[in-house]
């Protein structure tokens, strides 16, 4: 079974950086997006950023300079490197990953737990 942890999240300081990082586990043949959502309180996931596995690259316009998503196969990892953070980037975070966990078997989605990331000063 394929699991997600991720890790970073924390209390920043508007304007700062944080570096969310997000380890898959599990057994699988083939791996192809990976994303980082979002969610604050009371409104809507949304998608932050995707990287596919030919390195195409997706970005909300809200984050977009100031986010940088990628990837690391051999490692099994996706970074979200985020900076000069403002309020309204403060939500949870969810790492997302599609991967087949056999050869006879489509694409599944898989999420993380989520990391809690407040900007306030």
């Known amino acids: 079974q394929v699991h997600l942890v991720e890790s970073g999240g924390d209390l920043v300081q508007p304007g700062g950086s944080l570096k969310l990082s997000c380890e898959v586990f599990?057994?699988?043949?083939?791996?192809?997006?990976m994303g980082w959502y979002r969610q604050a309180p009371g409104k809507a996931r949304e998608l932050v950023a995707r990287i596919m596995k030919d390195d195409t690259l997706y970005y909300v316009d809200s984050v977009l300079g100031r986010f940088t998503i990628s990837r690391d196969n051999t490692k099994r990892r996706v970074y979200l490197q985020m900076n000069s953070l403002r309020l309204e980037d403060t939500a949870d975070y969810y790492c997302?990953?599609?991967?087949?966990?056999?050869?006879?078997?489509?694409?599944?989605?898989?999420w993380g737990q989520g990391t809690q990331v407040t900007v306030s000063s």
């Open positions: 599990g057994i699988f043949v083939t791996m192809d997006g």
């Open positions: 997302n990953v599609q991967a087949a966990p056999s050869l006879n078997q489509p694409l599944e989605t898989y």
